[in-house]
């Protein structure tokens, strides 16, 4: 019988759990170290659109694509650009039938931590440390107690990953645009104007060097990110996280002279408001091969979200690194056959996600926007008359 390494997987975010499942459904072993204490531990974030070439792939390689078409909301893919007095400049609400539905964090989280079993995934492990030992295995050190042996270690950690450092220095930098998150709850019966301005799917407002992304979630919920360029504690100093009313209204007095309409969505949300300083590892992140160690997801290749390809290049990372463990008897060929693909693989998004960054709240502000979103319409269109 073929044998494979001891695996541990560092992190239950939408990677780990991916190669977990991929795994597990191939009958080989790996253990998953998650921080938070349990699956419910804390609201997983906004919605995501999962596309085709890539997280939806994931998903029929996990065997898990008929569970996804049920919590898959393919009528919330709609998009539509305002200008600060509440102008609608640009709407596409027959996005229906396009291919990268959303999907609520949660339920895919849900979704895959259902297709393991239980003891796969051990919470509450943060890990402090990987110790190499002097077999060539490794040790894993928790913030409280120990694991191991294993013989592969997957950063599947997220941006601030603890298993990078054996493999590379760099760490992410910041990119000069924070995300203030907001959001409201039951918006259609609570707040039926500000639904149909937001409308099935996700809107952009960008004016006087700040913007405005606001998502329809799952469950009547939207999501929003008000968008600033500022210097890294510029939210800490500005925001009194705790005092939430008083957040908010900070927040409110940033778009003082936007349309009531606009100004209603930071006015009326009653969920959480936090600070997202947006980090991006360099275009082109690469390490020299170490046997036992490898990183998939953000840890790997953290970009900026404008592109809307972190979690499908994570999924992708870990039906790939599955594939070749599965394919490749030598499973240290298979590390390196995966880095070299995914190195490469990557560069194309990251490089996107940087270029977005770097342009988002330009001089050129809502004109980028308006062409952007006509891009993304004509490619749509253009993808389904091929
Ligand atoms: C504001 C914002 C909006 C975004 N919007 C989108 C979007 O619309 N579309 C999109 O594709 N991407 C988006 N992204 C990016 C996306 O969230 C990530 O690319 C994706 O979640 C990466 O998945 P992952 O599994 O690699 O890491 P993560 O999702 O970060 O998961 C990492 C997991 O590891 C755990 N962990 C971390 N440290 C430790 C430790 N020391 N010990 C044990 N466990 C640990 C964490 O608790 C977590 O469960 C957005 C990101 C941000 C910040």
């Known amino acids: 019988m073929r ?33 938070e204490e349990h699956a419910l531990a804390r609201p997983q974030g906004g919605t995501l659109d999962l596309h085709v070439e890539s997280g939806q792939l994931a998903l029929r390689r996990a065997g898990l694509y008929e569970e996804f078409l049920a919590i898959a909301r393919y009528e919330d893919q709609g998009s539509r650009l305002y200008d600060k007095n509440g102008t609608l400049l640009f709407a596409d609400d027959d996005a229906d039938e396009s291919d990268r539905p959303e999907v609520d964090r949660t339920a895919l989280r849900n979704m895959l931590l259902a297709a393991l079993p239980e003891e796969m995934v051990r919470w509450n492990r943060s890990l402090r440390e990987v110790c190499p030992r002097d077999d060539g295995t490794y040790d894993l050190i928790f913030e409280s107690g120990t694991a191991g042996p294993f013989d592969l270690v997957v950063g599947a950690d997220g941006s601030w990953s603890k298993v990078r450092p054996l493999v590379s220095s760099y760490r992410p930098q910041y ?21 149909a301005l937001v409308g099935r799917g996700k809107i952009g407002v960008e004016a006087d060097g700040r913007g405005l992304i606001v998502q329809r979630n799952g469950n009547s919920h939207v999501r929003g990110y008000a968008i600033f360029r500022v210097p890294l504690d510029w939210a800490e100093k500005t925001f009194d996280f705790a005092a939430t009313t008083k957040a908010r209204a900070r927040l409110a007095a940033e778009f003082e002279g936007w349309a009531p309409v606009i100004l209603g969505l930071i006015k009326a949300s009653n969920d959480h408001i936090v600070s997202r300083p947006i980090h991006a590892l360099p275009v082109g ?32 990372d870990a039906a790939e690194l599955a594939r070749q463990l599965l394919e490749n008897n030598d499973w240290k060929n298979a590390i390196k056959a995966y880095e070299a693909d995914m190195f490469e693989r990557v ?40």
């Open 285 to 316: 992140h690469h390490w020299q091969n170490r046997i036992g160690i490898t990183l998939l997801g953000d840890a790997a290749h953290v970009m900026s979200p404008f592109g809307g390809e972190g979690v499908n290049m994570a999924m992708l």
């Open 3 to 35: 044998s494979y390494p001891r695996i541990a997987i560092i992190g239950a975010g939408p990677g780990g759990l991916t190669l977990a499942r991929i795994l597990h459904q191939a009958g080989v072993p790996a253990t998953i170290f998650e921080r």
């Open 347 to 386: 560069i194309e998004p990251a490089t996107h996600a940087a270029e977005a960054v770097a342009t988002e709240l330009s001089h050129l502000g809502a004109e980028l926007s308006l062409e952007h979103y006509r891009a993304h319409l004509e490619a749509r269109v253009q993808g389904s008359a091929a």
């Open 175 to 195: 990119s000069g645009i924070t995300f203030i998150e907001f959001g409201i709850d039951d918006v259609d019966a609570s707040h039926p104007d500000l639904a």
